[in-house]
């Protein structure tokens, strides 16, 4: 039924573009990188002629452009890569496969100002924000770890979960909103060791994209933001190593040809190693105890014609803690993509991915009399079709997308002498399908659109007994449905449109609206995430939360293209969202749904970003200002109240300054508002206790937080394959005392006073990392 | 040596520390808070009405007299409760098990009303002193032990006592994932400061165990959850929900009551 729907949309896009005049051909090719063979996402192929146009390559490093028969002018741009400017007579349909040199392998090269792009400005997109792999790996982070998501922290309208923590909150999103994919699978725990480390290690990075908004309509399911995370494929070229030793962990890559210049392999490790040093320790209660987490990438791609070409690539990571006879936690996301790329014909091009993900959790507690093990599984297969259509003024992109949940939430086994009894909760069933289709249309030179629709379905499956609550959480009816029968039904359409228009090449204004809808959700009622956060998909109970976002924005380009300024401000509204009953037991509780309230949101800001791109001194100034809040019925008399993210002020200053071939410095300095959070207006004694009144919900602020990150690169004399490097950082330079968490205590000096207490998690921490290649 | 290196390691990663700060919040007017519990022994029922004071005032809560307070029972008896002490109410009465008793209380114009019902008995069979390792560190904790039936659901609370005085961890249990099991409750005693919160030798240690019903229980669990009830550690603080109406603060609780003691060896 979705999928006539969604033909129908289809075939009305299609009629738009499918008359064509006559004598006109297409140009199609890949770009790709010189010396590693790495496809270049986001590369600008211009051909300029009689008449121009110009496109971006996709995903895999194709475009195609469709131009009227004559000589054209092809202008290949990357950032970072020297231009490749070259003549095109297009008399019949052409493929092109070209590469690029990077700027840093040729000797001297002035980089020119038409090899910076306007691509920001121009484009219709909003709410765009790349990572350049190259400033994230100078980036200062903590214990000189680089990280995806640290970094992303630093770009305006994403607040940072906490001191040190992984966690994002992107315009006013809760954590669990974000759709965070690498290689297209679904990564539901992106933490090591409780969020201070992310599970993407940079090395195996290629690209990054965060959509903040305005996202395209082949993505969908989550409300807030999407993370997406490309894997390198590997050097089709020549085999290469790099890797590094740092104060957390190692790592080492390995990647080369499988077949000179048709497919490549790379394998990426990483590990850290605090608990070698437990084991060094003679006690046995310590040499016992486990704290490590590990992460391997690996990924193979084949070409087998110029129409085919086949990538496979997992991800496996697993953290472990435990204490030797107490207890033993282990967590980790297992990620495996297989795609297909088919080129029907130059203008048509598709991809098939196969994905399986899952997320699991183990908890063991190990004395005898409350010995028990828990596990939980998260489990998805994922079928995704995915096509664009090239034309000369239109980019049509359409797809289906089927995923298939399964969520094991708890299974408790036990020994004979335990006092815990085991327990195996009910397994939940959904089917998620989407069709979608969007056209990128060059209307003019200066007007640009970005439109789509997205129709999201989602089923909750049997086998399982699904109940009905009343207000105060008793059962009203209970219904049992056999397997692979459909309980309860959910069907939301998605408009996406975005529109720029250019004043010139230098400034446009741009505008936005996105309906997002999301059908799985974390429970967790703790302050912050915790690996064994449970997921839920929405059911007779819950509603399918929904997000409507309209966003405008002023873009600017200085100085050809090396500053680029955007001024985005946002509203958002959000539904059916979701909080907790006072007392809520959400674990190993099969009438969870019966503990959950429900409500709605709001989130508005101003997002400033300035960004200088290239030069001995590069980086950004990102500020936001946003209001966050939410309303349920049940909590805070019925009133809207700022959530725990709620930060007025945020400010990011990022300065990378390449002294000379050798030396790098940058440092990161941040500025936030305090969380909002709930402080009491009185105190009162129950049982010889004190017991803290609370009247408004988050009405309270913590200290705000400030740090400076510095670090310093030196580069290896150079003695030729053989590159090394140092990295020194500190982190926390100020050595401020940042909050992490209040507490209220008696004041030590009059104890019949009440203060607050705060604790701060790091000091001023040095570090220092040695890192190689080969 | 045997415990440095791990040490190193936590103290390296997290070299956490407090400082107190000043916050900015209101001073909320006084609201009434009633402490009602009734036991299943022959003695002098106390049911306290106090009031809340602002954050920053002295903790010294003043007490509410002159209240009209009275209890009855689902088999038509009633028990007036007197002021013996200002802001203490008491009756001289035993709670029978499985009766639900209505407290009503009117103080300064307002009606409060509230019920409980008492449980069955279960009984506390003994308490003994385990002794865990970690990290090398022997450490002793007290621990409850008792069978809880299988036939009904039960919830418990419990209160520790070193030396004479209480530690401010809150103790409630349920029998969700344990019905119908011989259990060993273990209690870690937690000092309001910072002294040693470990066991000694020599140490006398009390253990009273209440059987409470659900709304109880939710009360004291809702602050259990809060644990730390600051900002930032366990769930968002609020105001646990009370079984007492008209927005009164505490509960009223009609519970089962047993005490036993120990000297730690």
Sequence with gaps: MPIRYSLAIIFL???????????????????????????????????????????????YGYFA?????????????????????????????????????????????????????????????????????????????????????????????????GEGNTGFYVRGGAAD??????????????????????????????????????????????????LDVKMDDGNNKEFKFQGGIGLIASRLKAEGPIVKDKGSFMVSFRRTYIDLFLRASPDSSINGSTLNFYDINAKANYKIDDKNTIYISGYFGKDNIGVKDLFENNWGNVTTTFRLNHIFNSRLFSNTSLIYNNYNYTVQLLNDATNFKATSLVRDFNLKEDFQYF?????????????????????????????????????????????????????????????????AAFSLMGPGNFSTYDASGNVISTRNIASGKFYKNYLNLEPRFSVSYLFNEQNSVKASYNRNTQNIHILTNATSSSPTDQYVLSSNNIKPEIADQVALGYFKNLEENNYEFSGE???????????????????????????????????????????????????????????????FAELNNGNYFPSRQDRTHDVSVVGIYNMNKRWTFSSSFIYSTGNAVTFPAG????????????????????????????SATLEGKNKGKYQSSWTFGVYNALARKNPYSIEFINDPANPSKTVAEQTSLFGMIPSVTWNFKF | MKQLIFILCIVVCFSSCKKIISIDTENAPPQIVIEAKINDRLIDQQIRITKTVGYTDASIYPTVSGAT?????????????????????????????????????????????????????????????????????????????LADPANETNFYRFTLNRNGINSNR?????DRLTNGNKLRIQLYFNAEDDEDEDLLSGDKVAVEMEGIDSNVFDYWYALSSQSGRGPNQGTTPANPTSNISNDALGYFSVNTYQKITATVK
Excluded at chain 1, 19 to 44: C, H, M, P, W, Y
Excluded at chain 1, 113 to 127: F, I, L, P, T, Y
Excluded at chain 1, 695 to 700: E, L, S
């Design chain 2, 170 to 174: 809150i103790y409630v249990s349920n």
């Design chain 2, 69 to 145: 307070v009275s209890v009855s029972d689902s088999r038509g008896n009633n028990y007036v409760f007197r002021e013996t002490a200002a802001g203490v109410y008491t009756n001289r009465m035993r709670g029978v098990y499985g009766v639900t008793y209505t407290m009503n209380v009117v103080a300064e114009g307002k009606t409060y009303t509230a019920s409980s019902k008492m449980p069955n008995l279960v009984r506390m069979d003994s308490i003994g002193i385990i002794s865990n390792t970690f990290f090398g560190n022997e450490r002793k904790t007290t621990a409850a032990y």
């Design chain 1, 177 to 226: 909103q974000n759709l965070i994919l690498l290689d297209e699978a679904v990564v539901y725990n992106s933490s090591h060791l409780l969020g201070f480390f992310s599970t993407f290690n940079a090395d195996a990075i290629k690209d990054v994209s965060l959509y903040k908004g305005g996202m395209p309509a082949q993505y969908g399911g989550r409300l807030s933001s999407v």
């Design chain 1, 13 to 59: 896009f299609a009629l738009n573009i499918s008359v064509f005049a006559q004598n006109k051909f297409t140009l199609s090719g890949t770009i790709r990188d010189a010396s590693s063979g790495e496809t270049l996402i986001g590369a600008t192929v211009r051909l300029t002629g009689s008449s121009s146009a110009a496109t971006l390559t996709n995903a």
């Design chain 1, 683 to 710: 105190k009162y004694t129950i049982s010889g206790q004190t017991m803290y009144y609370y009247t408004q919900r988050n009405a309270g602020r913590m200290p705000y937080t400030m740090r400076l990150d510095l």
């Design chain 1, 391 to 455: 034309s000369n003024k239109h980019t049509l992109r359409f797809g289906l997308n089927v995923t298939q949940h399964r969520i094991s939430p708890i299974d408790i086994t036990t020994t004979q002498e335990s006092q815990v009894n085991p327990l195996t909760q009910e397994k939940r069933y959904g089917l998620e399908s989407a069709a979608y289709v969007s056209d990128e249309w060059a209307v003019t030179e200066k007007l640009n659109l970005l439109y789509g629709i997205r129709l």
């Design chain 1, 569 to 631: 401000i946002y509203y958002k509204w959000l539904q059916n969202q979701i909080d907790y009953k006072n007392a809520a037991q959400l674990l190993a509780n099969s009438n969870v749904e019966s503990e959950l309230l429900y409500g709605v949101g709001r989130a508005y800001g101003l997002e400033l970003f300035f960004k200088k791109k290239t030069g001995k001194l590069n980086g950004w100034i990102g500020y936001t200002l946003s209001r966050t809040e939410r309303k």
């Design chain 1, 65 to 161: 452009l469709t131009q009227a028969e004559g000589t054209y002018t092809l202008t290949i741009s990357y950032t970072g890569y020297a231009n490749q400017v070259k003549t095109i007579v297009l008399t019949k349909n052409l493929k092109i496969n070209e590469e690029l040199k990077a700027a840093n392998d040729l000797a001297e090269v002035t980089v020119s100002g038409n090899n910076r792009r306007n691509e920001n400005v121009k484009s219709a997109q909003m709410g765009l924000e790349k990572i350049d792999m190259q400033s994230l790996n100078s980036i200062p982070v903590l214990l000189g770890e680089k990280d995806v998501l640290k970094t992303i922290q630093l770009l305006p309208g994403v607040k940072s979960g």
